[in-house]
Structure formats: C-alpha cells, structure tokens
C-alpha cells in the first residue's frame, strides 16, 4: 500500500500544480466554464451538475452532453464526461415544479492512472434563491497496485442579489472530508468556491470568483462572455492559482448547443476543452 | 398650527403609501432585531481575542432588547443608539417640541433628514408609545411581579476532546506533581434577571468557567460556583433618577475615567461609534469578573437641569502577592498588577484569587441646558488598594501606576453647534498625569457625515475603569487623530471610511522605543433590498513592533497589515438566509516576507418551522502562522459571542439550533469544530489536544417567567 502511494505523490509531483483541480477535486465541466477560467459557480447550465450543482434547479427541458478535455497535448491526462439532467414534475413559472435530477459519469486519466466518478446531483429552485446537494462515488485506479473508492456529498446554492442582473453562487465539494486513505491522511480535497456575477443585459456577463481547497493556496478566477450574436458567444477568462489564461467560443444551433475552449498555462502549454449538450423535447 | 398641519398631513400621507396593509398600519409591527447584522457593521474587523468582545456585545444586546421610546428618549439616549446622525436627532427633537409626540413609526417618514434606510435600521430598536413614565404605576412588588422581561438562563458548554489540564498529573524529576486544572471541562451559567426600562432591574448571575471546581470553602472565599454577581437597581424615584445596589457600570463623559462595556470603538460605523455616552449608572450582569463596581451608586437629580451621582465600590480581585524580601523596600508587599482572566482553574490561580482589596469612591455632576443642546460636568475617582501595586522593573514598565492610592478628576463637555456636535473630556490623575479626548461629529450634507476626534493620554495617565476611544487597550502613553467620513452618494450606496495616526511617546511590551502608527479603514456598501446587503471593505494597519532581526537589542520596525473582507448578505425569503464571507489577510515586517491569511465561508439560517431555527455555517481557512490568523464572527447562542482565531489549515464548521418550546421556554443547541490538516495537536500547555480536532458543545436554555 505504501508503494501505492508514494507512486501517487511522484504522479502527482511531476503533473504540477496545474493538476491542482484534479486529484478528485470538484475539477472543470463543460467549454463554457473553462473558456470563462472555470469561473462558472453562478451558471446554471447542464454542466451545473458538477460546476455547482444548484445552477441545475434552472433547466426546464431534459438535456445530456458530452464533454472531453485534453491536458496539454498528452494523452495521460484526458477526461470525459457523460451528463443528463432530467426536470421533474411539470413547469411552474418556467421551472421544474420539483426541481431537476442530474447524473453524471467521468474518467480521467489513461491505463496507468485513473480516476472514475459515478455522480448523483438534485437542484430546486425557489423564487431568486436555488439549492442542491450531490453525491459523488469516487474511485482511484493504478495499474497493478488496485484501486481505492470513497463517497463524497457536495452543497451549492445560487442566489439572485438583483433579480437576473447580479448572482452570487457558493459551491461546497466533498463537505465530510472523504479519505482515500489512512496513509498521510490522505483525503479527497475539499473545496469551498464562491463567486459572483454580473449580467447588465442579456448579452453580457462578468464573473468574479474565489476558490479554496483546504491544502491550497486559494485561487481567483476571472471571465467573461459576450453573446455576439443570437446563435454565437465569445468568451475569455483567467485563473491566478494555475496561472491559466483562456478563451472559447460557444454555438447554439436548434437544440444542440457546441462549446470550445482553449487553455494557455506558460510552462505547461495548451489545453483543450469540447462539450456538446442536447436539448430533448419535455414529454 | 398650520406648520403642525401640514406635518400631521405629511405623516399620514406617509403612512397611507406605506406597504403594509391598512389593518396593520396603525400598530407599527416592530421587525425582528437583527443583532449579528448590527454587529459585523461596528466590528468591522475583529484582530484580537483580548477584546472583550462577549462583553460589549451583551451590553449592546441588553440594550437594544428594551426599545427606545422615541416620543420620551433624550438627545443623549437617541446618540447612544448609535444608528442616528446629530442632524437626525436635532430634527426629532425639533419636530417633537413643534408637533408634538410622534402618532406612529410612520410619521419619521415626514421628519427632514429621515431617508427609508434610517428607518429600517432604527425600527428594531424602537417604539412609539405615549405613554409617560412614572404615571399611574402600582407598587414596585407588583410591577415585578408583572413584568414580562423576566427570564432565567441556564448555558452549559464543553469541550469534547481531552485536553491536558484534566489528565491524570505527571511527576517531575524532583518528584513533585505537575500543575492540573481544578475541577471538571464543564463550563456552567445560570443568570436571572427581571428589568423594565427606565423602572427597575434585579438579576443575580452565577458562573463555573471550564477547569473550575465547585468548592465550598468560606475562608478562601469560594461559595459553590466560582463567580457571582447580583443586582438591585430602581429608577425614577422622584429625586432620585437612579439607585444601584450591588453589581453595576458607570459611564460618564468620554470613558476616559469611567467606561462600562457599552463602547465599540473604531469600526464600520465611523461617526457614531467614536463618541461615548454619558450613560451613567448601569446594572452589571455579565461575567467579566474584574471589570465591574461592587457596592451602591446613586443618581439625583437636583434640579432640572443638574444631576448627581454618587458611588462606592468595594471589591476583592485576582493579583499575585508578592512579600519584598529586602527591608528597606518602599512596600512590604506588593502585587505586579490586578489579574482579569478570571480563570481560577489550578492551584496558582487560586493562590492569587481576590488577593487584592480594591476600594473605589467618587461621584459626577452633569449639568444639561434645557434644550439639551449643552451638558457638561465634573467626574472624580478615588481608587485605594490595600496592597501596593508595582509592575515588574522593565523600562516600558517606568511610568505605570506604582503605589496604594489614585484619583483621578475630569470635567467632560457635550455642545451641538447648528449641524456640529462638539464633546470631549479631560482628566488628571495623582501624579500629575493627564489625558484629553475631543472630537466633533458633523452631517455636513444630508449624505455626507464627518468625524474628528484627537486624544492624548500622557505615559503617566492612571485611570482603572477608563476606555475613551484609543489604539492601547488602556488609556496611557498615546496621542492620536482619527477622521471618520461616511457617505450615501446613490439611494442603495453606502461609503464609510477612517484614518486614524497614533504615536507611543514611551516603550511598550515588546516595543523597545517610541512608537507609531497609522490605519485606514474603507467599506464600499450596497443594500440592493430591504433584506440584503452587499459589502467590501479594506483595512491597513502599520504599527511599529520589535522586529526578530536582532534578538540581543531589537528594534521596532514597521509591521503591516492588510486585510480585506468581501460580505454578502440575503435573506431570499423569510425563512431563509445566506451569508457568504471571503476574508484576506497579508502581513509584513519591515521588508520581510508577505506572509498571508484566508478564510471562505458559507452560512445558512434557515427556519424550519416557525418554532424552530437553524443555521449552519462551513469554512475552510489558510493562514501561514499565528501573525496571519482569521478571527470570523460566528453565530452562537443568545447573549454568547463567539471569535475563535483560526489559523494554520483546516476546517471550520458549527450548527445551532434555537427552538421556541413554549411561550416560555426557548433552547438553544450547538455544536462547533475545527479541524486542521497536518497538525498532530492543537493548543499548548495545559490546554493542548492530541489529534487534529477541537469540538464543543453548547446547551442552553431560557425559561420566562
């Protein structure tokens, strides 16, 4: 076991602290948050689900997407994600009466290194307040030294501080402390984000955000998104922890939604981020 | 009368447009106080746990439980609230004498100078009533009797971890036993207490502090409980405005000789909070167990215009006695000063339990002009030990109190000026030692506050009760100039800001020089609603303090210290609130290392059912050592106030429940934890813990009678 680990701190040394979002953290989901420099706990998307799963109370049709992301051009560090969401009961002031249901399923990592995520997320929203819980199971795989597997319950709230116009959202991952192993102590990391935005009209927004995992240094995130045309929005963003500059562009054709994003970190280099996302009709 | 009219027509003009239903619009339905919302607004930013913050928060709470009838309260009253301007006040008063009394909370609305915002923070705090006090009351027994503010608390707190002082005793190399706490973790209060504003006030408070054993042993004085206090106060009594019996407070002038608890300091309220109120005598029932009076005050008033106080103090209070072995010495005994832990948990503190006998007389006259535009008076302290004091023989030690005896005199003034309040006080002790506040608070605009206040406390300046405004925790060895400036430049904006210069003329611990220092203050805040608020704030403190370059001879360096805070707070609905704090710290000496300081944290209140409340809080905190520590105001159970440092890296979570059983009965639970990460213990001598976790748990309970 001993062996495991200290194969796990090695990985974890040379990854760098780019890698910081990773390790079982709450980590990036969707183009649309990394083109923004991951400052996404206020938006309430699909990809709620695992940026702050309150943002999920929002949606009003049922949705899945897909998203992958490539690290710096190396096929170690690829992850892919398969999301649904699902509206319960039916619409009541344009939302779901009994809030939204969601699930996801992630991998990252290649053969030697990986790490799985089975996720359950349930968001409501009330009148300008919106609230959700998840469950992650959370699984560490290394290649013939086994894997380890643990639970983490997760908290997100989005409140409207000027209705549609100014949001503050706050985002708690992995609240018990779940342990992978006794071995160091070592624990998933827990992470406390909070952040705000601002949507003067319906084209523009400007997040704000701070995030903190208990063993690292915190990080402020920056972005912005500038809906230039009905179907096209551009996007643009920075985070000072990983030292991540970033931009993307964002489709919208019918009911399929396409994102991209780019990622610059100086030393470590370019980093790629594709998520699509479908609309189904309500029954 | 026409004036009078137009004023009767304004205010019901106000009271018809007014959102609440007609039904209710004549009975102002008075809101919920918020208290914690009050506190974070005048703590700005707590840095130290030697405040006695517990303290000043339960006076505050105390006082804002009574609300302030605005058709009787007097100018110095309405100050003391510290949510009104002068101009305000001025224009209450002048509509009061024009008018006459107020018919409904409504009717502020017609009052120049009272915008919605000032309402809505005064409204907790105050009722309209016209009724007059001293009218047609029965015997004071049945008055008692009836009253409804009249409750017994009983709290119990603990730690749950085992900390070293309740293990089993190690044995030294000389075979003696090493020191262990007294008594058991549990920390137990019982309060009573039965009061009526400006009629009357009995209580008795009774305490056990963790490591404090139950002990009954008359002769070394301990009866049960470690601490006990008691009060008997009556007001309006003809003549006599006040008597006390028993514990009570005093506060006159500026504090410079007699400050009680009710005081804030430098915060985010910079105009009101600087200047104190001549409050005079109060009843004591908090569980500070040094800084309080023991014996009878009284206030009378001679004529309309004067009054007159009179007290006694007799008291015992912690101090280490130490017998001078030389026969020349100036004392045969001495102590290096009182001792105001109020901790007796091992067999030091007890040896030095109420070692020290403190006698205290003197009185106050206070002559306010009929307008109560102008008061001003004359304070005098005598304070006598049985035991001489003498600090220890170190050079920032030179010109502290030394000897068995003090007085100290001061005359204190208050003026308004058309839109200016002019106060001050000035005071000498024995020993030719003197002290000076004075200050102005000015509503330049109707948006536009201002404040000045200089203070000079000399290096020989004795006083044991006194806390006007100042950067020390005492009033000694400092001068300084403070500017307070608030503005409301747009409707929901709210800018508040002070810079305040002090200078140490002699040496202070740990300060090897003189000294000097500055610190601003600037809070950006926005109310988009009645219920929410949103504000930034910036604080930078440079004060010079010996600096670790040279250990032999150190230095003083400048030090600074910058912190921001980032606060929201919504009520979305009402049973729901949230609160979200970001705050940063970065500290610096001289030019070494930026050291840093972070804390994120997320609350939530919510009100299940309407008897029942909960709120919830989880923070996660980064500090790089002890200087960059976070102090974050926690909700805690009524009449507790709670700031525990946090650093290093961990966690921080609590959960408090407060349930309404009965029309009676109220209970409060909590429960709190820290967690650090890569810590194999927590704390340090006899309080240290081993493992990474410090949790406690909190019991109360509240029954009115």
Redesign the interface.
């Known amino acids: 076991m001993r062996k495991l680990y200290s194969c796990l701190c090695l990985f974890l040394l040379v990854s760098g602290h780019t890698l910081l979002a990773q390790g079982n953290g709450p980590g990036v989901r969707g183009a649309r948050a990394a083109a923004l420099g991951n400052s996404s706990v206020t938006i309430s998307d699909v990809w709620a689900i695992g940026n702050n799963v309150a943002g999920l109370g929002q949606l009003t049709q049922p949705t899945i997407g897909f998203y992958a992301e490539n690290r710096f051009l190396s096929r170690a560090f690829n992850t892919a994600a398969l999301v649904a969401a699902f509206p319960l009961g039916p619409l009541a002031n344009g939302k779901p009466k009994s809030g939204v249901v969601g699930f996801e399923a992630q991998r990252f990592g290649d053969k030697l290194y990986s790490e799985q995520r089975l996720g359950v997320g349930y968001g409501y929203r009330?009148?300008?307040?919106s609230i959700g819980a998840r469950l992650d199971v959370l699984q560490v795989s290394i290649e013939r030294l086994g894997s380890r597997r643990t639970a983490a319950l997760s908290l997100g709230?989005q409140?409207?501080?000027?209705p549609k116009q100014?949001v503050?959202g706050?985002y708690?991952y992995n609240?018990n402390?779940a342990k992978l192993a006794e071995y160091q102590?070592e624990r998933v990391p827990?992470?406390?984000k909070?952040g705000?935005s601002y949507r003067p009209n319906n084209k523009l927004m400007l997040n704000l955000e701070?995030e903190?995992?208990?063993?690292q240094?915190?990080d402020f995130k920056a972005g912005i998104e500038y809906r230039l045309l009905e179907a096209l929005a551009l996007r643009a963003g920075f985070a000072t922890l990983t030292e991540q500059t970033t931009a993307g562009l964002g489709f919208q054709a019918g009911h399929l939604q396409i994102e991209y994003a780019a990622a610059w970190q100086t030393v470590l280099g370019l980093s790629q981020h594709l998520a699509i996302s479908l609309r189904l009709d309500a029954k | 009368m026409s004036r009078k009219l137009m004023h009767r027509l304004a205010a019901f003009l106000g009271l018809f447009l007014s959102i609440v239903p007609a039904l209710q619009a004549q009975e102002y339905v008075r809101p919920a106080a918020d208290l914690d919302r009050l506190v974070q607004e005048l703590f700005a930013e707590i840095q130290s746990d030697q405040v006695p913050y517990e303290d000043v928060y339960e006076t505050l709470l105390q006082y804002y439980q009574t609300p302030l009838n605005l058709n009787t309260a007097t100018r110095e009253e309405l100050r003391s609230l510290l949510l009104l301007s002068e101009a305000q006040i001025s224009a209450l008063l002048h509509h009061r004498e024009q008018v006459g009394m107020l018919l409904s909370m409504y009717e502020l609305q017609s009052i120049d100078g009272f915008d919605l915002r000032s309402i809505y923070r005064v409204a907790p705090f105050a009722t309209v009533l016209d009724g007059i006090v001293g009218g047609n009351r029965g015997p004071l027994w049945q008055r008692v009797l009836q009253e409804d503010n009249n409750a017994l608390l009983v709290r119990y707190e603990r730690v749950l971890q085992q900390r070293k002082g309740y293990t089993a005793p190690d044995t030294t190399s000389t075979g003696r036993l090493t020191s262990r706490y007294a008594g058991s973790p549990d920390k137990l209060l019982v309060r009573y207490r039965v009061s009526h504003a400006h009629d009357f006030s009995f209580g008795f408070t009774a305490e056990k502090d963790a490591g404090e054993a139950f002990s009954w042993n008359p002769g070394s004085r301990r009866y049960g409980a470690d601490f006990y206090s008691a009060h008997f106060v009556v007001h309006e009594r003809g003549r006599l405005k006040t008597l006390a019996l028993g514990d009570y407070q005093l506060q006159f002038g500026q504090g410079l000789l007699l400050s009680s608890g009710f005081q804030v300091g430098k915060g985010a309220e910079t105009i009101t909070s600087i200047r104190r109120s001549n409050v005079g005598v109060r009843p004591y029932s908090s569980v500070l167990e040094n800084s309080f009076f023991r014996g009878a005050a009284a206030t009378f008033s001679l004529s309309k215009t004067l009054q007159a106080t009179a007290f006694a103090s007799w008291k015992k209070v912690d101090a280490s006695i130490q017998t001078s072995t030389d026969s020349l010495a100036e004392f045969d005994e001495f102590s290096s000063g009182v001792l105001l832990t109020g901790l007796h948990r091992t067999t030091t503190d007890l040896a030095n339990r109420k070692d020290l006998r403190e006698l205290i007389s003197g009185g106050n006259f206070t002559y306010t002009s009929r307008n109560s535009n102008f008061s001003a008076g004359l304070t005098a302290v005598d304070t006598h030990f049985d035991k001489a004091i003498l600090r220890r023989s170190e050079p920032y030690n030179a010109f502290e109190f030394r000897g068995m005896h003090n007085l100290a005199v001061s005359t204190h003034y208050s003026y308004v000026l058309h839109n200016a309040l002019l106060f001050g006080e000035t005071a000498r002790s024995s020993g030719g030692g003197w002290g000076t506040v004075n200050g102005v608070l000015a509503s330049l605009a109707s948006n536009v506050d201002a404040s000045v206040l200089y203070r000079r406390y000399t290096r020989d300046f004795h006083t044991f009760y006194g806390n006007a405004l100042s950067e020390n925790t005492r009033n000694i060895n400092e001068s300084g100039l403070y500017m307070g400036l608030k503005m409301r430049p747009l409707y929901k904006w709210e800018i508040s800001a002070y810079y305040d210069q002090f200078r140490f003329s002699w040496l202070k611990y740990q300060i090897g020089a003189p000294s000097q220092g500055h610190d601003w203050l600037l809070r950006v805040a926005f109310s988009?609603s009645k219920t929410?608020l949103?504000y930034a704030q910036m604080r930078l403190r440079v004060k010079d303090h010996d600096g670790d370059l040279d250990p032999v001879r150190p230095v003083p360096v400048p030090t600074e210290r910058r912190s921001v805070l980032l606060f929201?707070d919504?009520n979305?609905?009402a049973a729901?609130s949230?609160r979200?704090r970001?705050q940063?710290t970065h500290y610096r000496e001289n030019d070494g290392p930026r050291r840093a300081g972070?804390v994120?944290a997320?609350d939530?209140t919510v009100a299940v059912v309407p008897r029942v409340q909960l709120s919830a809080r989880?923070?996660?905190f980064?500090t790089d050592d002890y200087d960059t520590r976070q102090y974050v105001f926690e909700r805690d159970v009524l009449y507790a106030f709670s700031v525990p440092p946090l650093y290093g890296?961990?966690?921080r979570v609590y959960a408090l429940a407060e349930v309404k059983c009965s029309r009676h009965l109220t209970l409060w639970l909590r429960y709190d934890e820290t967690?650090y990460?890569?810590h194999a213990t927590i704390g340090s001598g006899l309080e240290e813990i081993q493992g990474?976790r410090r949790s406690q748990v909190k019991m109360q309970v509240r029954y009115k009678i």
């Open positions: 009330g009148s300008l307040v709230g409140a409207e501080i000027i100014l503050l706050a708690l609240l402390q102590d827990t992470v406390l909070a705000l701070t903190k995992d208990v063993e240094s915190a | 988009p929410s949103l929201y919504a979305p609905s729901l949230l979200t970001l940063g972070y994120l997320q939530v989880y923070a996660l980064d890296q961990g966690t967690h990460r890569h990474p």
